[in-house]
């Protein structure tokens, strides 16, 4: 009855990943048994840990848990806050353009938010903001999410809705990675490794009939749909068994006696490895494991773990099945994310235009108890001739006893068992500066030189915490701009002290027109103001009713009292620095003091 490994020498013929029969993979307890035994799994599963003392038993690990984790049922989830593109750019019409722009999403076409430029420091606390359509956290499913980032120079969201080229040669210059026209986050090379790289042949695919070899080629995507430079394997797979640019921040999970397993498998803290050419093998990057790869003559290559800590492993936060909307507790799901430091250095003066250009992927993988799905692998796939029947079938037909008659149940086995995901636009994550006043906070921003140079205080030493407020949603009323939100505060409610501060910001669209083909949801942009416009006034409410809308009187505001500076994110970095920042009010030449 206790989890357990075997090594089994009767390998399939054609699986040139690594044996993973059944009694490989961890028998984990069934769900009714849970709460008794979760001690001693967890025991368990740490020892069995310990013993894959070599790559290939601890490769069988990770397939057979990423096997497990993602059989199962439908859904969609959308990322709010940071503002989830669901491969969106800028689109006026209420479906987006593409759903092959950049990533694999399976979420239907009318979710996200166009492009907003927004930007982040160091150690800022940051509330990322989900919904997601089949529940978490509770007793109808088993789910993770995970959170990821990824940052490199060359990120971008680009200037056109098309797909960024397979062919070099339809880029310009022959550079698919550096053609700005073109969105990029995961770069050619990782794709193209992706592409020729044998794809996992022991993981389980039911009935599907996969059309290739290659890691292109999932139960998922099984004709190899190429979406960006994205990695179908490594997108339906996690933690994945190859290297990944994505860096892991938390997981969540109704299985915290998977954690360790998550924590340790983390490319933040193990290496994980490729087959390159050699003079004598020029096409040895299609073996998947050292050993094929080593006696071909391929050259076996470990990419360095990131370096980071192993992601946090919390508890999925409770959500109700085919659901977009809060969770628990009335607000939307949500994980307060503290950014890293990153440890750019300061540049002249204390000006650093070095910045990271990131973005964040949040993943769904959702799996149900309908079958065993503990045991499945490529043993349990349906093969007709060894007399193997998939453990679930495409819409198969059943006997429930009534005469002469079966029932048809909808089963798309290509999506029973699930991975879905959305990603943030790209951002700019930046250091902390160091100076002595705001205005000079601001220069920084802007990447100039700051007005009172040589003065090295630090405008955040007296902030004991650093906290984001913006705002979510977009135009629109709730029909309009369903499967995302309206305008709303992120976070709704923030506590803080006089030692903290709030670095608030937000971003917007011209073209959140909302417009037609609107699919089976509602065009139009309901709102004030000209139409696809996204703008935001902030009012101060009176003190003692924050129930009622009416604005306090200016002679009676505090927030504008204590507001520092402010900056546009429109000026040109050749505007003169006084025009750049609000202090000096450009509509009637009056600096800030003067305009409050």
Request: charged fraction near 20%; glycine fraction near 6%.
């Amino acid at each position: 009855s206790e989890p357990r490994t075997r090594r089994d020498s009767a390998a399939s013929p054609d699986c040139n990943h690594t044996d993973l029969r059944a009694n490989q993979c961890l028998h984990l307890r069934e769900r009714s048994r849970r709460a008794a035994r979760k001690q001693s799994l967890n025991r368990s599963l740490s020892a069995a840990l310990r013993k894959q003392s070599n790559r290939m038993a601890s490769w069988v690990l990770a397939a057979c848990f990423c096997a497990l984790l993602l059989q199962g049922a439908v859904a969609d989830m959308y990322l709010h806050n940071m503002r989830g593109s669901n491969n969106r750019l800028d689109e006026a019409r209420r479906d987006r353009n593409n759903a092959n722009r950049l990533f694999d999403s399976q979420n239907n076409n009318r979710g996200g938010y166009n492009v907003g430029s927004m930007y982040y420091f160091e150690g800022e606390s940051l509330p990322i903001e989900w919904t997601n359509q089949h529940a978490c956290g509770s007793e109808y499913n088993d789910c993770q999410i995970v959170i990821q980032m990824m940052c490199d120079d060359r990120l971008r969201d680009g200037a056109t809705t098309q797909t960024i080229p397979q062919d070099p040669s339809n880029c310009a210059n022959n550079d698919c990675n550096n053609d700005v026209r073109y969105g990029m986050h995961e770069d050619y090379d990782y794709y193209t490794n992706c592409r020729y790289r044998y794809r996992n042949r022991g993981l389980f695919t039911a009935d599907r009939n996969l059309n290739g070899n290659t890691a292109r080629f999932t139960r998922q995507n099984e004709d190899g749909t190429r979406r960006g430079y994205e990695c179908p394997e490594e997108r339906d797979y996690y933690p994945y068994w190859h290297p990944s640019p994505w860096r892991d921040i938390v997981v969540m999970t109704d299985r915290l006696d998977h954690c360790e397993f998550f924590q340790t498998e983390s490319q933040n803290v193990k290496a994980k490895g490729v087959c390159r050419n050699t003079a004598t093998c020029n096409n040895c990057v299609k073996y998947n494991r050292e050993e094929t790869c080593t006696s071909n003559g391929g050259n076996w290559v470990d990419y360095p773990a990131h370096g980071l800590p192993p992601p946090e492993c919390i508890q999925a936060p409770w959500s109700r099945a085919n659901h977009h909307g809060n969770g628990r507790h009335g607000q939307m799901n949500s994980y307060n994310w503290t950014i890293p430091y990153l440890g750019l250095p300061d540049g002249t003066n204390g000006v650093s235009n070095q910045t990271f250009r990131c973005v964040v992927r949040l993943r769904y993988n959702i799996s149900t108890d309908d079958y065993d799905y503990s045991r499945v692998n490529a043993s349990f796939n349906q093969n007709d001739g060894q007399g193997v029947e998939s453990p679930v079938r495409q819409n198969p037909n059943v006997n429930i006893g009534a005469a002469n008659q079966a029932l048809q149940l909808a089963i798309n086995t290509a999506q029973f068992g699930r991975t879905f995901q959305d990603r943030s636009h790209t951002f700019r994550l930046m250091t902390r500066p160091k100076f002595a006043t705001p205005a000079a906070l601001t220069d920084s921003i802007m990447g100039r030189r700051p007005r009172n140079a040589g003065q090295q205080a630090n405008v955040f030493d007296n902030c004991d915490t650093l906290w984001n407020l913006n705002v979510r949603g977009k135009r629109g009323n709730i029909v309009q701009t369903y499967p995302a939100v309206e305008y709303d505060f992120s976070p709704n409610d923030l506590t803080i002290s006089d030692a903290d501060c709030i670095h608030v910001q937000w971003t917007g669209s011209n073209t959140h027109n909302n417009g037609d083909p609107a699919g089976d949801g509602q065009a139009g942009d309901a709102g004030e103001g000209t139409g696809g416009t996204d703008r935001h006034n902030w009012v101060e409410l009176q003190h003692t009713n924050f129930a009622t809308s009416y604005p306090l009187p200016w002679e009676n505001n505090t927030l504008f009292t204590f507001l520092k500076d402010a900056y546009s994110p429109l000026a040109s970095q050749n505007t003169p620095t006084q025009e750049r920042a609000t202090s000096r009010d450009i509509r009637c030449g009056s600096d800030w003091e003067t305009t409050k």
